[in-house]
């Protein structure tokens, strides 16, 4: 098949490419590089550098046929869109926007789109969430996500596009950016970690998370593109294991070797939850797809992955 990864150079994206294209895929990533990094594209993959939010850059697009559309761009930090609420407008959904113009001009491929936990807010007070609560954003972010989900609803009932919406809750795993301190509860705290000092904990530790591997956040988006059941619904992606934001820590710490990491709490950032978990039982009915790395497991992983690189450099 033909995949084209938006968002291709970042996190998840990046990940989403490499898998697709070891299942045998032809892959094209599209990204202006805003927050992913060019070296992060497979080499195997065809590379657009396009801004998503902007029209005339979709001439670009010019002679791509994809079979599957896998659109993960966007402004991903809740905390950036309050200061920036336009930027994340145009990135997520004036860019979602005109990828759907775009989309229906190429024949509707199927589109699997990186929704997000945000979309709840608090939920309806009770967790764990599910896709029949009341979405209440707190935070911009969720409400340019939430509107893309209506935008693409709106697309598949009038003008019979194929779309699938994914609320990821909180995505980790290796090669998370970890100079980006305002995107990614677990690399953020991870960076600190890593350099010995304190981790600054924006908000109450007592807060909880619902945090879900990359790797199974990839699978998710290849069961939902391969569903037909997912068509035209929003499905959770999270793992129901609930944690608090200070165990995570204390994990982490274990982890890499520092037992009983100091923590500074400081004020919240706008937007932020108390509480956020997940639950998955749609996505599981609809696809068979389910989590299979809870995060004790996922963080082994992290360190063991920083373990082997660090022996590579040792030994050039
Ligand atoms: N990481 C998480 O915990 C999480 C949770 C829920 C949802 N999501 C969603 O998953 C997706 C991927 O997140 P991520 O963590 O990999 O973030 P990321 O920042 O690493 O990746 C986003 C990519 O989109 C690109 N991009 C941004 N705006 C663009 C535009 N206008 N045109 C073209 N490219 C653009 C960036 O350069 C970057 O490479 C996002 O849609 C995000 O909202 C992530």
């Given at each position: 098949?033909n995949?084209?990864?938006?968002g291709?150079?970042?996190?998840?994206?990046?990940h989403?490419a490499?898998?697709?294209?070891?299942?045998g895929h032809?892959?094209?990533?599209v990204?202006?590089?805003?927050?992913g990094?060019?070296?992060?594209v497979?080499?195997?993959a065809d590379?657009v550098?396009?801004d998503?939010?902007?029209?005339?850059?979709y001439?670009?697009?010019?002679?791509?046929?994809?079979?599957?559309i896998?659109h993960?761009?966007?402004?991903s930090s809740g905390?950036?869109?309050?200061?920036a609420?336009?930027?994340d407008?145009d990135?997520?959904?004036?860019?979602?926007?005109?990828?759907?113009?775009?989309a229906?001009?190429?024949?509707?491929?199927?589109?699997?789109f990186?929704?997000?936990?945000s979309?709840?807010?608090?939920?309806?007070?009770?967790?764990?969430?599910?896709?029949?609560?009341l979405?209440?954003?707190?935070?911009f972010?969720?409400?340019s996500?939430?509107?893309?989900?209506?935008?693409?609803?709106v697309?598949?009932r009038?003008?019979g596009l194929?779309?699938t919406?994914l609320?990821?809750?909180?995505?980790?795993?290796?090669?998370?950016?970890?100079?980006n301190?305002?995107q990614?509860i677990?690399?953020?705290?991870?960076?600190?970690?890593?350099r010995?000092?304190?981790?600054?904990?924006k908000?109450?530790?007592?807060?909880?998370r619902?945090?879900?591997i990359?790797?199974?956040?990839?699978?998710?988006?290849?069961a939902?593109?391969?569903?037909?059941?997912?068509?035209?619904?929003?499905?959770?992606?999270?793992?129901?294991?609930?944690?608090t934001?200070?165990?995570?820590i204390r994990r982490?710490?274990?982890?890499?070797?520092?037992?009983d990491?100091?923590?500074?709490?400081?004020?919240?950032?706008?937007?932020?939850?108390?509480l956020?978990i997940?639950d998955?039982?749609?996505?599981?009915?609809?696809?068979?797809w389910?989590?299979?790395?809870?995060?004790?497991?996922?963080?082994?992983?992290?360190?063991?992955?920083?373990?082997?690189?660090?022996?590579?450099r040792?030994?050039?």
């Amino acid at each position: 098949m033909n995949i084209l990864v938006t968002g291709g150079a970042g996190f998840i994206g990046s990940h989403l490419a490499r898998r697709a294209l070891a299942l045998g895929h032809a892959v094209t990533v599209v990204d202006n590089l805003s927050t992913g990094y060019r070296a992060q594209v497979p080499d195997a993959a065809d590379f657009v550098y396009a801004d998503l939010g902007n029209p005339t850059h979709y001439l670009r697009m010019r002679g791509l046929a994809p079979d599957v559309i896998f659109h993960l761009a966007a402004q991903s930090s809740g905390w950036i869109s309050m200061d920036a609420p336009i930027r994340d407008l145009d990135d997520n959904l004036r860019a979602t926007v005109l990828l759907t113009e775009w989309a229906l001009s190429v024949g509707s491929p199927r589109l699997v789109f990186a929704s997000t936990e945000s979309v709840y807010g608090e939920g309806e007070g009770r967790a764990p969430f599910d896709e029949d609560m009341l979405p209440r954003p707190r935070s911009f972010y969720g409400c340019s996500k939430l509107a893309c989900e209506h935008y693409l609803r709106v697309a598949h009932r009038e003008l019979g596009l194929a779309p699938t919406s994914l609320r990821l809750f909180s995505v980790y795993g290796p090669r998370q950016d970890l100079a980006n301190m305002r995107q990614g509860i677990l690399s953020i705290y991870l960076s600190y970690v890593l350099r010995g000092e304190p981790v600054t904990v924006k908000g109450p530790a007592e807060r909880v998370r619902d945090l879900v591997i990359v790797d199974d956040v990839v699978e998710a988006f290849l069961a939902a593109a391969a569903a037909p059941a997912t068509i035209g619904r929003e499905l959770n992606v999270c793992t129901g294991e609930a944690v608090t934001v200070g165990d995570m820590i204390r994990r982490l710490g274990r982890a890499f070797g520092r037992d009983d990491h100091p923590i500074a709490v400081e004020a919240g950032t706008p937007g932020d939850v108390f509480l956020s978990i997940g639950d998955h039982a749609r996505m599981t009915a609809a696809t068979g797809w389910r989590p299979t790395v809870l995060l004790d497991d996922g963080i082994r992983r992290i360190a063991d992955a920083f373990a082997a690189a660090r022996d590579v450099r040792r030994s050039a």
